[in-house]
């Protein structure tokens, strides 16, 4: 946990403090807003948490903070908030928490399909804990890395689980998997499960979608606060961002109702108003 000797001084008073060696992830930033905000070229804390509620979403953040960064002053039960992970996002869908470094802070995702093999998207910090939460959960038959900036510790994950890893090919050099999809059409894992390619962050980013719901979408798009709007990662792109123009046009093509990004803000929109949110990328993309 974080050092009250390195505590910043853009935090408010109070107990909960962000400390120097924050990396600027965001990941505190979209999981309790209403505690932490950005301090320039770190996180801060804007607000004491008020209530039950914001207490406890900011130690979810606090355990879930890949450097360490956030601390507190005042006793709290922060195994709980680590026993609190994998938490619901909708329905069969988990937000791991325990973000990793070495992804710079990427979320990572558990999809529940009892009788069909659970999915993880992307991985999370190796926490001995969480993964025995996993396992009591069913488990994961499938490893789906959506691109090679977010492995982090993929090996060791499917070792404990004996899970199946996806990737694209064009992502996969010097990155051991099971399985390497090719090419830029779609691939359907099952009748669930669509491979979408995705190049332009990098050459092999691909998306995850989930029934036709929820959109796995790595480093290819988010919801933007500061913007008000989807968005992609002009700053971070590290390919090409024609391609990524291109990807986007495919993907604005697919229904869905969630955004479930590696980094950034999730978004959740029902019907036209996604597909509205699309076009609107695009559209902000070719300008």
């Given at each position: 946990m974080?050092?009250?000797?390195r505590?910043?001084a ?24 209403e ?11 804007h ?12 130690e ?6 890949p450097t360490?960064s ?16 994998p938490v619901?996002v909708e329905?069969e869908?988990?937000?791991?928490g ?12 558990l ?7 659970n ?5 999370p ?14 488990g994961a ?6 691109h ?6 993929h090996?060791?994950?499917?070792r ?7 990737l694209h090919?064009?992502?996969a050099?010097g990155?051991e998997?099971e399985?390497?999809i ?14 979408i390619?995705?190049?332009g962050h990098?050459?092999g ?14 480093d290819?798009?988010?919801w933007?606060r500061?913007r ?7 700053s971070?792109?590290w ?16 229904e ?6 590696g ?6 929109l029902?019907?036209?108003a ?14």
């Open positions: 974080a050092s009250a000797d505590r910043l853009t935090n408010v008073p109070g107990d909960f403090f962000v400390d120097s060696t924050c990396i600027d992830c965001d990941t505190c930033r979209w999981m309790a807003p505690t932490f905000d950005s301090g320039g070229d770190h996180s801060r804390v607000h004491q948490p008020a209530d039950a509620e914001s207490r406890r979403r900011a979810l953040a606090l355990v879930a903070c360490g956030i601390g507190v002053s005042a006793p709290h039960d922060l195994a709980a908030a680590a026993h609190a992970f619901e329905d869908v988990l937000h791991c325990f973000h990793d470094e070495a992804s710079f802070g990427a979320a990572s995702y999809v529940l399909r009892p009788g069909r093999g999915v993880l998207v992307d991985v910090r190796w926490n001995q804990g969480l993964a025995r939460r996993i396992h009591e959960l069913g038959a499938t490893i789906f890395l959506t090679r900036d977010d492995v982090a510790g090996e060791r994950w499917a404990e689980l004996g899970a199946e890893r996806i090919a064009r992502d050099r990155i998997v399985r390497r090719q090419g830029e059409e779609p691939v359907a894992l099952d009748d669930e499960l669509l491979v390619p995705t190049p990098t050459a980013s691909a998306c995850l979608l989930h029934r036709s719901r929820f959109l796995f979408s790595g290819h798009v988010a933007s500061s008000g709007h989807v968005y992609a990662f002009r971070a792109c390919y090409d961002w024609a391609t990524q123009i291109r990807s986007m046009q495919r993907l604005a093509r697919y869905f109702a969630w955004i479930l990004p980094h950034g803000t999730r978004c959740h029902e019907g036209e996604m597909q509205a949110e699309m076009a609107r990328c695009v559209a902000w993309m070719r300008s």
